[in-house]
C-alpha cells in the first residue's frame, strides 16, 4: 500500500537537490511512466505450436535462490498450468560433488575445447580455469541424464567462498552449445529464455538494467559474465577474464552484439484476480555499438520509450530488475501468447 518514487542522479545534480527539496516539504517526485502500447499480433495456431514445444520440457535449478532476491523465488504450479514445464532441484553441495567427481581427462579435455574456443581462457588462472571445465562437464552431465532445456543455478556467494572460482564461464560454454543458462537460481528468467526461444529468438541472455542516461536516451543492460560468446560483437574475440567483483575466473568480458532489441521479463503477479499468478513485462530499442562500458557482458541500448520513464516504470509497478534480450523482434509473439494464456502484458 506504500507509493514508491524513484530518483535518478548524483547528489550535486540540480534536479536531484529539487526534488529532494520537495519532497521534504511533501511533494513526492514523478517523472511518470511511458505510454503503453500496442501492436501487431502473430498467427494463433503457430504461437500454440511454439507453446506445444515447451509442454513437458523440464528447467533444472540449482541450489537457493540468493538472500534477498525475491524474484528468484518461483510458482512451480503456475509454471506447470500456464507452460507446461516442470522443474527438477539440485542442492550446491550436490552439485559441488559432481564437480569433484569429474575425472581429471574429461576435465582437461574440457579446458582444452575452451581454450581453443577462446585463446584469451590461457590468461585466466588455470586452477580456477579448470574448475569452471570441471563445472561445465558436471553442468552437461546432467543436462543429458535429465534431458533439460535449461538451468538456473546459484553461483555466489559458493563457487567463489568455496571453490575459489565464479562460474560465469561455464554457464557462458552451456549456453553457447544451446542450452539457456539463468545465473542467481533465477527459474523465470530462464523460463523466459525458454520461452523466447520457442517463439523464435534465437540466442537470448538474462541482464540486469545497470545505467542511465536520460540525455541520450540509453540505458546499458548487463552482466557478470555469462553470455553465450556468440552474443558478442566479435565471437571469435569473446574475451575471457575474471569476475569484476570477486575478481576469479571464469567470466566474459564482452560487449554484446548491435542491433534491433526486445526485452521481457516473465514475472509472478500478487493480485488476486489473475488466474494465472502470472504477468509479462516488454519493452524494445536498438543495441549500438559501443565500448563495454562495465566488465563482464554489456549493452548501451537506446530504449523506444523515454529511458526514464521506463526506468520509473519498471520500479514503480515492481518489475524485477532481471530481464531477458533479444536479437530478433519477436514481440507480436509475446502479445499473442499472453493473450491466449491470459497472462497480463505490460508493453512499452
Known amino acids: 500500500g506504500k507509493r514508491i518514487s524513484h530518483l535518478h542522479g548524483n547528489p ?24 503503453k502500447v500496442t ?10 505450436g511454439a507453446l506445444a ?41 550436490e552439485i559441488f560433488a559432481d564437480i569433484a567427481a569429474v575425472p581429471l581427462d574429461k576435465e582437461s579435455a574440457e579446458y582444452s575445447d ?4 577462446q585463446p584469451s581462457l590461457k590468461n585466466v588462472p588455470e586452477k580456477e580455469a579448470r574448475v569452471n571445465a570441471s563445472t561445465r562437464v558436471a553442468l552437461d552431465n546432467w543436462i543429458r541424464a535429465n534431458d533439460l532445456s535449461a538451468i538456473a543455478m546459484r553461483c555466489w556467494p559458493d563457487f567463489a567462498v568455496d571453490l575459489g572460482a565464479c562460474p560465469c564461464g561455464a554457464m557462458g560454454r552451456t549456453a553457447t552449445s544451446g542450452t ?31 545505467d542511465l542516461e536520460e540525455d541520450e536516451n540509453i540505458i546499458r543492460i548487463w552482466h557478470c559474465g555469462s553470455a553465450a560468446t556468440t552474443l558478442a560483437v566479435d565471437p571469435n574475440n569473446a574475451t575471457q577474464f575474471i569476475h569484476c567483483n570477486r575478481k576469479l575466473g571464469v567470466a566474459g568480458n564482452f560487449p554484446l ?6 526485452l521481457v521479463r516473465l514475472d509472478t503477479d500478487i493480485d488476486p484476480a489473475n488466474q494465472s ?4 513485462v516488454m519493452t524494445s530499442g536498438e543495441s549500438l555499438s559501443a565500448p563495454n562500458r562495465f566488465q ?22 515492481g518489475f524485477p530488475h532481471h530481464t531477458v534480450v533479444a536479437w530478433k523482434d519477436i514481440r507480436a509473439e509475446v502479445r499473442r501468447m499472453a493473450e491466449y494464456l491470459a497472462i497480463p502484458l505490460t508493453e512499452w
Request: with cysteine.
Open 39 to 48: 501492436g501487431q499480433l502473430a498467427d494463433l495456431e503457430e504461437v500454440k
Open 180 to 210: 539457456p543458462a539463468a545465473c542467481e537460481r533465477d527459474v523465470y528468467g530462464a523460463v523466459t529464455m525458454l520461452i523466447l526461444e520457442a517463439l523464435g529468438s534465437g540466442t537470448n541472455y538474462l541482464v540486469d538494467t545497470v
Open 277 to 280: 499468478k502470472l504477468r509479462l
Open 53 to 93: 514445444k515447451l509442454s513437458g520440457l523440464t528447467i533444472g535449478a540449482i541450489g537457493d535462490a540468493p538472500a534477498g532476491f525475491t524474484p528468484c523465488t518461483y510458482d512451480e504450479e503456475a509454471l506447470k498450468k500456464s507452460f507446461g514445464l516442470n522443474i527438477i532441484n539440485k542442492s550446491i553441495p
Open 296 to 317: 563482464g557482458n554489456t549493452a548501451t541500448v537506446r530504449t523506444s520509450a523515454p529511458a526514464r520513464q521506463l526506468i520509473n516504470g519498471l520500479i514503480h509497478n
Open 114 to 117: 575452451a581454450c581453443h574456443a
Open 12 to 35: 550535486d545534480e540540480a534536479h536531484v537537490r529539487d526534488a529532494l527539496s520537495s519532497a521534504l516539504s511533501g511533494k513526492m517526485p514523478d517523472v511518470g511512466q511511458p505510454q
Open 257 to 262: 552484439k548491435t542491433g534491433p532489441v526486445v
